[in-house]
C-alpha cells in the first residue's frame, strides 16, 4: 500500500506564501494536490506526472507551481500570492506506482490546512 506523508500547512496573510510538500513511499505514476472547504466537493488543484506532465485549476494558474523531485518520490506545491479563498484542507493524492495497473486505487494523504487571512 502506498503512504503518502504532507506537511508544510499553516496561517498566513493574504498575499503571503506557502510550500506544501508530499513524498510517497514509492515512485507514483501522477501525484498531485486537491483541496476542499467543509461543504464543497474536493477539487483539483495540481498534479505533475513522473513524467513532469502538468496540470493546474485555473484558479491558481500563475500563483501556484507544482514540481517534483523524482530521486526522492516528492513533489512540491509553491503557493504564492495567496488569497482567502485559498483557504482549505490541501489533500495529496497518488493515483497508482508507476508499476501498477491503471485499476489500482488512488491513495490519499492524511490533508494539511491551509488558512488565509485576510
Known amino acids: 500500500q502506498v503512504r503518502l506523508v504532507e506537511s508544510g500547512g499553516g496561517l498566513v496573510q493574504a498575499g503571503e506564501s506557502l510550500r506544501l510538500s508530499c513524498t510517497a513511499s514509492?515512485?507514483?505514476?501522477?501525484l498531485g494536490w486537491y483541496r476542499q472547504v467543509p461543504g464543497k466537493q474536493r477539487e483539483l488543484v495540481a498534479t505533475?506526472?513522473?513524467?513532469?506532465?502538468?496540470n493546474y485549476a485555473d484558479s491558481v494558474k500563475g500563483r501556484f507551481t507544482i514540481s517534483s523531485d523524482n530521486a526522492k518520490n516528492t513533489i512540491y506545491l509553491q503557493m504564492n500570492s495567496l488569497k482567502p479563498e485559498d483557504t482549505a484542507v490541501y489533500y495529496c493524492?497518488?493515483?497508482?506506482?508507476?508499476?501498477?495497473?491503471?485499476?489500482?486505487?488512488?491513495?490519499w494523504g492524511q490533508g494539511t490546512l491551509v488558512t488565509v487571512s485576510s
Open positions: 505533475i506526472t513522473s513524467g513532469g506532465r502538468i
Open positions: 514509492e515512485r507514483i505514476n501522477r
Open positions: 493524492n497518488a493515483d497508482r506506482p508507476v508499476w501498477a495497473a491503471p485499476s489500482y486505487f488512488e491513495v
